[in-house]
């Protein structure tokens, strides 16, 4: 059973920064694409950033702000955020796709206001 765990998130001021963790509880080679998502009040869940070999793709919204990264030895995957805005709260959901099959994680709150 593949568990992904988020940590990191909390409380910031805007134009602060914040780093999310997402531990896997196997090995990340095994899937084919790790992100994060997430979902602001009466909004749908959208797609954040995602990293596969050689790719990453990133949501307009995050470009230039947000880093996905991934550390093979550790199973895990980052989101460094930076330039935060208080649009940028949501609860944020780490993502794993193996196939057809996607895992999730519990989310993690970030919430970015003065």
């Known amino acids: 059973q593949v568990q992904l765990v988020e940590s990191g998130g909390g409380l910031v001021q805007p134009g602060g920064s914040l780093r999310l963790s997402c531990a896997a509880s196997?090995?990340?080679?095994?899937?084919?694409?790790m992100g994060w998502y997430r979902q602001a009040p009466g909004k749908q869940r959208e797609l954040v950033a995602d990293i596969s070999v050689g790719r990453t793709n990133y949501a307009d919204s995050v470009k230039g702000r947000f880093t996905i990264s991934r550390d093979i030895a550790q199973n895990t995957v980052y989101l460094q955020m930076n330039s935060l805005k208080p649009e940028d709260t949501a609860v944020y959901y780490c993502?794993?796709?193996?196939?057809?099959?996607?895992?999730w994680g519990q989310g993690t709150q970030v919430t970015v206001s003065s």
């Open positions: 993502n794993a796709r193996r196939n057809i099959v996607n895992y």
């Open positions: 196997g090995s990340i080679f095994s899937f084919n694409a």
